[in-house]
Each structure stands twice: as C-alpha cells, then as structure tokens.
C-alpha cells in the first residue's frame, strides 16, 4: 500500500485529504460537541476532531453515540476518533466511519481513564504493541480513501518516550498517515507540564507526520512546541476550549504573521459564549443545554475577576433565558451574593 504523506509550512497531505492547515483541534469527550465545533469555526478553526466514539457502540448505533457523530455541512472537514481494545471491532466500526463520511480516523491510544484502561484500550496500548499492531492492520486493511492516525502519550507509565517510539514505528510500518505526540504519561494524567522533547524523539523515528500536543495555549506556545521538536502539525487540547481566536492566532505565529487582533476583550468573549449557549440549545435542547453550559460558559471567564461567584450563579441557573442575562449582565468585577 502506498502512504503518500507530506508536509509544507501550512499544508499536510495525508493520502487523499489535503489538510489546509497544520494546526488542528483534538478530540475531547465532553467538550468537541457540534456547538463547540460551529463556534471555532467560526472563529478560524480549520480541522476538527469529533468527541471519541467507543467501537462496540458504534457497531451496535447506540442512541448516544449517533448524537455525538452529529454534524452539520458547515462542520468539515472532520476526523472521527474510535477508541477499543478488539481489532475486529475496531477495524468493523472504522469501516462504518469512513461510511458516514468523515474525513480522516484516529485511533486513540491516550485516553486514561480507568473504564477505557481496564479492558486494555486509549492508552493501555501503549504497553501492547502486538494488540496495537493488529488493531492498526485491522483498521487500515478495512479503509478505502480516508487516512488512519494514531494519537498516542509519550508512554504508559515509562516518561522515557520509548513506548511511544516504539508505537510511531509500528504505526508507520502498518500504513498509518501520521501520529500525535501528547507528551504526558497515562500515569500523568492531565497533569505536570507537557513533555516536548518526547515530541521531538518520536518525529525523529519516523518518516510520517508528527503532530505535537500538550499546553500549547497560545501562538508563542505553538511556535515553542514546533521550534522544540520539529513537528508538522500542532494539536491543540485545552487551549482551544473558550478561546476560539486560538487557532487564527497560531496560525499567524507560525507564519511569522501579526496575529489579526489582540487579546479578546470581555465583550468578544461574551460574544462567542453566547454563540455557543445558543447553538448547544439547537443541538440539544433547552434542557440537555442548560446542563452543558453550566461548564462550558466558565471556560469563556475563567481569568476574570469575579469568574467564581459568576460560576456560582451559573451553577444555579435552570433556564437557557436566565443563563442569558446572567452573561450579558457580567461585568467582569465580583458580583453582589444574592
Ligand atoms: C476533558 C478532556 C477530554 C478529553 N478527551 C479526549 C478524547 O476523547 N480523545 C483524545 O484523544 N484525547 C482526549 N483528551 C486529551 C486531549 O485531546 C489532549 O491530548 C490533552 O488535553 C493534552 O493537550 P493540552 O495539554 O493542550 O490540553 C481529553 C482531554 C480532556 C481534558
């Protein structure tokens, strides 16, 4: 099988998709939603990643999992990200993604948490390379058209990157399109600072794309991370949450460019949150919204003064209307208890 795979300074080739952009926003459960997805874009995101979709309830269409695959033909393009342990199931439910359409696949070996971890999927594979070869055969042999990537950490509980070393190989000699680098371990969790130099280990291994993630928060971060490690791409996690301008912002930075605006003012950041509160109520309804929001809206004024007692209120907030008020009417100075 032939991988064609190339870079230029803000262009990546992964087989047929020309990704028109090297920066991208990763997959994260609870928080990469449609309404998440519609914002940044709106904002200059250019690639985006769904929440991960677990292969068994893929392949048995789980109510829940076809409402995290909604999308709209504003939301493109996009990757899906299966996360699963059996390379039967995995290269079935891959199969049903490139179906649906979605633009490019990954497959997750970062994720955590115990659930996932326990039955030897996300991050355990780390530690199984001949499960993880299999799953990634499985998986390109049942694909057509669209590229497979693996986004993986630095390692299991080993902080050397030798795991990971070892997996980008595995994945490249399978006919994977590209790898991302998180640089924490599992035993890390979200944890400590992100490790840039495994980055920089595993893009000199291999021959295909490296994408490099992990606290990159800002254009200056994004140009550190790649000036570090030589990568081709930047991921961009917890960076992008509430700060939509973050992409068009790396962007500029990369190509040596200003960036188009200064820092968002309150004004823009109210903006955008209710840019946001209202497309979750389209996607989702009032009540499933409401809930969402109560999180999603802290992201926006996390840094302000008086962010805490606005949480508060947030928190106690039952209507889309009320949540509203509660943002226009936020004036970035501690509120008075009620
Ligand atoms: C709430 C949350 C959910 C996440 N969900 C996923 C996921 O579904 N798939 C995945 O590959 N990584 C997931 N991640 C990891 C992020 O994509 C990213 O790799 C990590 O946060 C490191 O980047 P950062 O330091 O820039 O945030 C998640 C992280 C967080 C905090």
């Not at 042999?141 to 993986?152: D, E, L, N, Q």
């Not at 070393?165 to 944890?191: L, P």
């Not at 809930?291 to 606005?310: T, V």
Request: hydrophobic content about 40%.
């Amino acid at each position: 099988m032939q991988i064609v795979s190339y870079t230029s300074a803000i262009m990546i080739c992964l087989k047929s998709l020309s990704l028109k952009t090297n920066v991208i926003q990763s997959p994260m459960a609870g928080c990469t939603d449609l309404a998440f997805r519609l914002v940044s874009r709106s904002y200059g995101m250019k690639f985006a990643f769904l929440e991960m979709v677990a292969a068994e309830p893929l392949i048995r269409m789980t109510p829940k999992t076809l409402r995290m695959l909604k999308r709209t033909a504003l939301d493109s393009p996009l990757g899906a990200q299966l996360v699963g342990c059996s390379p039967e199931l995995m290269g079935e439910a891959a199969q049903i993604i490139e179906g649906m359409g979605f633009d490019l696949l990954d497959i997750n070996l970062g994720c955590p948490v115990s659930k996932v971890v326990a039955p030897g999927g996300g991050s355990a594979l780390l530690a199984e390379p001949e499960t993880a070869k299999k799953i990634f055969q499985r998986v390109v042999s049942r694909i057509k058209r669209i590229p497979v990537t693996v986004k993986m950490r630095k390692g299991f509980q080993d902080p050397s990157a030798q795991e990971a070393i070892r997996i980008a190989k595995i994945a490249e000699d399978s006919g994977i399109s590209a790898v991302t680098i998180h640089g924490r371990t599992r035993v890390q969790g979200y944890s400590g600072a992100a490790d840039w130099d495994s980055i920089r280990k595993v893009k000199e291994a291999v021959h295909i794309p490296v994408f490099g993630n992990g606290d990159v928060l800002s254009g200056e971060d994004a140009k550190r991370l790649r000036d570090v490690s030589g990568c081709d791409g930047i991921m961009v996690g917890r960076g992008g949450l509430g700060n939509p301008w973050i992409y068009q912002s790396i962007d500029a930075r990369l190509e040596n460019r200003v960036p188009p605006s200064p820092s968002p003012s309150l004004e823009d950041r109210k903006k955008a949150a209710l840019m946001h509160l209202k497309l979750e109520c389209d996607m989702e309804g009032e009540r499933v919204a409401v809930l969402k929001s109560r999180r999603i809206m802290c992201w926006y004024f996390k840094n302000d003064p008086g962010s805490h007692e606005l949480r508060n209120r947030i928190n106690r907030t039952q209507s889309a209307h009320s949540l509203e008020q509660l943002i226009r009417e936020f004036t970035s100075a501690p509120l008075a208890t009620i």
